[in-house]
């Protein structure tokens, strides 16, 4: 009778182990029939430098009405897929295949991925992928993003020879919500033209501006235009069409707008008792609040300013150039965060000469100043200088990307010039294209005049490439 317990007890611990043990029978697995896409990579070559930076992944193309394997940044211009070596996963695979246009460009070729190819992918088209139950298949289109330009080259175009044929030599252009508003004057009339984004310039009537006033003193605040006449005067327009008389001032005359920071809008001024000259500001445009003296070497007139966003987010004010109270030219820099605490980087600024009339803007990662006159009364030898420091120092752009110039048509080496001047009006402006989502990030350079004083009414607009990429 034990024996027999004993018999029962060692079948009955046999039959559990051997259905323990079923997962051991291979014939019996799971077969996957997922074929979907998990990953690409590009593996590293020696002969293509930082291939193996493509990062790829499958997005909806609407113009293919499909999903699609891409690298959405493109890799950098000029970087060779010819010899590629790819690496694909997917969540099965009992083989995959990829087709291509072959040598030719007359027919397809097909080549069957095994984990060691050299692929040319400027030929490839899609890749298909079957699953582990030799049945189910998907296919997904490919495509390598190469850059087609230069990202850091700056494209320059002369989009009109002249704007206006008068004898206007007092001129200024200024931007408001979008649309650049270029003033001129001739001693006896003035002259307006319009230009508003993906629109032709067109001829506006302008009332209630001063006759030969100085137009270089205009400046945009809240949404208006100002600007100083005979020191005592200041015009302002909602509209930029119709000006009107927004002060005079007896005691203090003001010589010279500055810029907007945080929320004020800063002018030098003079006053008449006292003899010394001060900072003002007004939060409204209408009341002015009369602040600290200037310091020594700052400038009162003829020099160019501009208030920007540093990289640390702050706000700050920079005026560059221009003339002492005493007729003193200078080559100071002067920065501030608040408009009361300055700082002059005259020290440090070995690089940048006396000048006056010359322009600055903030684009992309710099600040790029264009023109000016120098103590002798010649123009900037350089057409632009650039500073990556906010202003601390300044040196000269690379030529090899950034030259004021505009290839003639259908002639490779063959440009027309930029002519070297002051004055001149630079404007930054973000412009929509037709691609929903895109921008133009242009910079318009419009007139100013030599040191014979010629003066110019031609609009030149440039663009550095990579900042217009629908895709960074």
């Known amino acids: 009778m034990k024996l027999h317990t004993f018999n029962l007890l060692l079948i009955f611990s046999l039959s559990l182990l051997l259905t323990s043990c079923d997962w051991l029978n291979t014939d019996d697995a799971e077969i996957s029939t997922n074929p979907c896409f998990v990953s690409l990579s590009f593996g590293e ?16 193309d609407d113009l293919l009405n499909d999903s699609v394997i891409v690298n959405l940044d493109s890799l950098p211009y000029q970087t060779r897929i010819d010899s590629v070596f790819p690496y694909f996963s997917f969540y099965s695979s009992s083989s995959a295949y990829l087709l291509l246009t072959d040598s030719l460009g007359t027919g397809l070729d097909t080549i069957y991925i095994t984990g060691t190819d050299t692929i040319d992918f400027t030929r490839v088209i899609s890749i298909t992928n079957i699953a582990e139950d030799d049945t189910t298949h998907i296919t997904y289109p ?22 206006y044929s008068q004898t206007a030599s007092m001129q ?8 650049i508003y270029f003033y001129a004057s001739s001693g006896i009339k003035n002259y307006l033209y319009t230009k508003k984004s993906g629109e032709d310039w067109k001829e506006e009537t302008v009332t209630g501006l001063p006759i030969y006033c100085n137009l270089q003193t205009i400046a945009e605040f809240n949404d208006k235009l100002y600007l100083i006449d005979d020191s005592t005067n200041i015009y302002s327009t909602a509209d930029g069409l119709n000006w009107q008389k927004e002060l005079n001032s007896d005691n203090y005359k003001f010589i010279s707008f500055l810029y907007v920071l945080n929320g004020k809008f800063w002018a030098v001024t ?4 006292e003899n010394i000259y001060r900072f003002a500001y007004t939060t409204t445009g209408d009341k002015w609040y ?6 020594t070497n700052f400038p009162v007139g003829g020099f160019t300013s501009l208030s920007f966003l540093t990289r640390n987010n702050n706000t700050k004010g920079l005026v560059l150039g221009g003339y002492t109270a005493s007729g003193k030219l200078l080559n100071n820099v002067w920065s501030t965060e608040n408009g009361t605490f300055w700082v002059d980087f005259t020290v440090e600024n070995v690089t940048l000469d006396s000048l006056t009339g010359a322009s600055i803007i903030q684009y992309d990662d710099r600040l790029m100043l264009f023109g000016g006159i120098d103590g002798y009364g010649k123009i ?18 690379d030529t090899t990307y950034n030259q004021i110039r505009e290839q003639i048509i259908n002639v490779d080496t063959t440009y027309s010039y930029y002519g070297s001047r002051s004055y001149q009006s630079v404007i930054y402006l973000k ?7 895109s ?16 003066v110019y009414s031609d609009v030149w607009v440039g663009k550095l490439n990579r900042l217009s990429f629908l895709i960074q």
């Open 172 to 179: 200024k252009a200024v931007s408001r919500n979008g649309i």
């Open 142 to 163: 490919i495509k390598v993003n190469v850059h087609k330009v230069e990202p850091e080259l700056y494209v320059w175009q002369k989009t009109v020879d002249q704007i």
């Open 290 to 295: 009369i602040t600290n003296e200037i310091p």
């Open 380 to 397: 900037a030898t350089t057409q632009y200088m650039e500073s990556k420091d906010e202003g601390l120092s300044w040196s000269l752009p």
């Open 431 to 437: 412009e929509p294209t037709s691609v929903p989502g």
């Open 270 to 273: 003079h006053s008449t008792s």
């Open 45 to 60: 070559n020696d002969s293509i430098p930082n291939i193996e930076d493509a990062d790829f992944s499958l997005e909806w």
């Open 439 to 454: 921008y133009n990030h242009n910079i318009y350079l419009i007139g100013g005049r030599d040191e014979k004083a010629k």
